[in-house]
Structures are given as C-alpha cells and as structure tokens.
C-alpha cells in the first residue's frame, strides 16, 4: 500500500486547496482502478504462464513417450534390418543354386548329345558286323552245300587238303570274332542306353528342381522388398513423430522465453531451409540433366588381352541404362565413383577382362560384391549383386558370368554399381567401355 499512499500524497502536494476533498476522492477512484487493472494483469500472467507450462509438460510428456517409442523402434528396426540381411541371404543361396542347376543341366544335356551319338553310332558299327557276318554265311551256304568232309576227301593232293583245312579254321576264327564284335557292341550300346537312362532322370530331376528354386527366388526377393519397405517405413515413421514434438516444444520455449529470439531463430531456419531446398532443386536439376543424357550399356566381349590396352574396348558388364554416371553428384558431399546400370534383377553380369577374383562376399554399403584384379594394377569393382558366383582366387575369363544382378546394400531398385581402378585411382567406365 505504501506505493499508492506515495502517489496520493504527490497527488494532494500538486492540487489547489479549494478543491482538495474532490481531488482526493477522484485520486483515490484513479488509484483503484489501477490497482484494479494490475491485479488483472497480474492474474492473466499467471494464468498464462500456467497454461504454459501445462502446454510444455504435456510435450514433454509426449517427448519423453516418443523417446521410449524411437528406443523401442530402434531395436524393431535391427531386428527388421537383420530380417533384410537374412532375406538377402536367401535370395543369394536361391539364385546361386539356381546358376549351379542350370550348369548342370546344360552339362547333363551335353553328355546325353554325345550318349546318344555314341549309341547310334554303336548300332551302326553293329549293323554293319550283322551285314558282314551274314554275307559270309551266306556266302559259306552258296559255295558249300557239301559238308567240310566231304570238300577235303576230293582233294588229291595231301597238300591241298592241308591248305582247305588251314582255310576252314580262318574262316571259323573269323566268324567268331564278328560274333564277339558283335557282342561287345551290344553291350556296349546297353551300358550307353543305361547311362542315357540315368541321365534323362537326373535332367527331369534337375528340372522339376530348377523350377522349384526360381519359385524359392522370386519369394525370396519379395521378402526381401517387404523386409526392406518395413524398416524404412517404422524408421521414418518414429523419427519424424519425435522430430515434430521436439520442434513443438522448441518453439514453445522460445515464446516463454524471448519471442524476438524465436523469430530471429525461425528467420535463420526458414533461410537455411531455403538454401537447402535450392541447392537440392541445383542438385537434381543436374542429376535430371545426367539422367536425360545416359546412354545405354550394351555388352560385347574382346578377347583375353592386357587390360591397360583394352581402354574404349571393353564390354560393359550388363546390358541396361546408366542411370548414374561417374563423378555425377551422390549427395552433398561425395560424387559417384563409378556407374550405375539399371538392369532386372537376376540378370546375368560378366567379367570385361580376364583377371583374378580379389574379393567375393557381403560388403556394408555395397551388399554383395565382387572385385577382380587385372594386370598391370587394374581392378574391376561390380557392386550390389543379389549373389555372387565366383569365389575368391578364382581365375575368370573375359564373358564369364561371375553374378546376378540385384539390390542388396540397402538399395531401393535393381541395378549394377560398377568401377574402374587403377591402383587407389578411379577411372571413368564410360571412357573404357562402348
């Protein structure tokens, strides 16, 4: 009370005496409705703090809540990311299994071709000895009608007898071996016919597998889509729920504590939000413009020569569309190192140049990956393979299929990344290969 009392008084000091009653008591209204007015203000104040408060400990709450969701997400998410290295797992045993069956097959289907040419020419040879054999006897029935006997008893000379004797046993020496050759031709053509048997039912067997394994292998793949689509979707999902609450809560505590500050601070966002969004606007304006100008991967094979003599003659390794080319903008910090070729999945990728396997498995980043190693320090990099058919220290040819392509690696959609080396040094695929 003592500051109002203060102000009366100064009130009563500047006042003329004759009208000092109604001054007083018209100061003392103004000193009311004063008082009045600020325990007004001080009371909507506190409400308003209050609600305030109210407001930042219910975001709180949601925060700490959204948290907990993100931890618990966190572990789903590892268990959803292991459930993609599994499926990719799969895809890859299913798709090397198959590569291994179709080898068969064509191996099988090989032998049966020379089975078959054999057993035709087996029985050939055999109609051939039935033919000879035949004509002998037929021969030996024409000629002698007359018994062995009696054929030596008109000889006169005992010399001539000796010689028609000698000559009998040739020709039943003779006769016997054409029936032996005959013999050991039928045989032979059975053991072929058994061997052909036996192979037909390993083909049929290894088709009926074949088709069991594609149908293994397209499964395999949409498990590893559903997998995939599953852990992105709950990652995003939780991130961006915490992420709306702790900027609700930022933007509170910027109102309780400076609002000039708080507009300072969303001025700031909204201009680095902007820079961001025209530099990403930059960004895929000149992957557009990469895009619109890609050429098309065709694949034709040189021979087995030096690798650093092959540069604009190799094949590229899959037949597809280059949808990233080299030192085209990844991100806001790297550029890409190689390629990207666009291709189906399962297609079938081939070595460029004869080499050595370096590398052959699962790399973080890369998913399934293989490396060969070419003379003179010259390496070939084929990345995000769904399997990989050639093992380490393996020696392959320049055509030979080494794996299929796919997705692994975390990646969205089938495609081939491939480099070029040179020691630690990339080099342009493009200026390699035609």
Request: proline content about 2%; overall charge positive; some cysteine.
């Amino acid at each position: 009370m003592s500051i109002y009392y203060e102000i009366l008084t100064a009130l009563k000091l500047t006042m003329p005496k004759p009208t000092m009653r109604l001054t007083i008591r018209t100061t003392m209204q103004i000193v009311l409705v004063l008082f009045a007015i600020s325990t007004l203000v001080s009371i909507t104040t506190v409400v308003q703090a209050e609600s305030q408060q109210r407001q930042q400990k219910k975001l709180q709450k949601q925060i700490n809540s959204a948290t907990t969701n993100l931890k618990n997400s966190q572990a789903t998410s590892y268990k959803l990311h292991k459930n993609v290295l599994n499926a990719e797992k799969k895809l890859s045993n299913a798709s090397r299994q198959l590569y291994n069956t179709e080898q068969k097959i064509n191996k099988l289907a090989t032998q049966l071709n020379k089975s078959n040419a054999l057993k035709q020419k087996l029985k050939q040879q055999t109609e051939q000895e039935k033919d000879a054999l035949s004509q002998q006897m037929q021969a030996l029935y024409t000629s002698g009608k007359q018994s062995h006997l009696r054929l030596l008893l008109k000889q006169d000379d005992p010399s001539d007898i000796s010689r028609t004797v000698k000559y009998f046993e040739y020709l039943n020496l003779h006769r016997v071996k054409r029936i032996h050759k005959i013999n050991d031709r039928l045989e032979k053509i059975q053991a072929v016919q058994l061997q052909i048997n036996q192979d037909t039912k390993a083909l049929t067997t290894l088709q009926k597998q074949q088709g069991i394994t594609k149908k293994e292998l397209k499964n395999a793949a949409a498990q590893r889509e559903k997998s995939y689509k599953n852990q992105r979707k709950e990652v995003i999902t939780n991130k961006q729920a915490l992420k709306k609450l702790k900027n609700e809560e930022s933007r509170l505590q910027g109102v309780i504590a400076r609002l000039a500050a708080q507009q300072a601070k969303t001025d700031r966002i909204r201009k680095e939000k902007q820079a961001r969004l025209e530099k990403e606007r930059a960004r895929k304006e000149k992957s557009k413009t990469s895009t619109k100008t890609s050429i098309i991967a065709k694949p034709h094979y040189v021979p087995n020569k030096a690798f650093s003599s092959l540069k604009g003659k190799l094949s590229w390794p899959v037949r597809g569309r280059i949808t990233k080319t080299y030192d085209s903008i990844r991100n806001s910090k790297q550029k890409w190192k190689g390629v990207i070729i666009s291709a189906p999945g399962g297609s079938k990728v081939r070595a460029v140049a004869r080499g050595t396997v370096e590398f052959s498995g699962r790399l973080n980043g890369y998913g399934y990956l293989i490396i060969i190693r070419h003379d003179n320090n010259y390496r070939s990099l084929y990345a995000y393979n769904r399997s990989v058919y050639k093992k380490q220290g393996q020696i392959v040819n320049v055509g030979d299929t080494i794996a299929a392509v796919g997705n692994s690696g975390g990646r969205s959609q089938n495609g081939l990344y491939f480099e070029i080396r040179k020691g630690t040094s990339h080099r342009n695929p493009a200026s390699w290969c035609r």
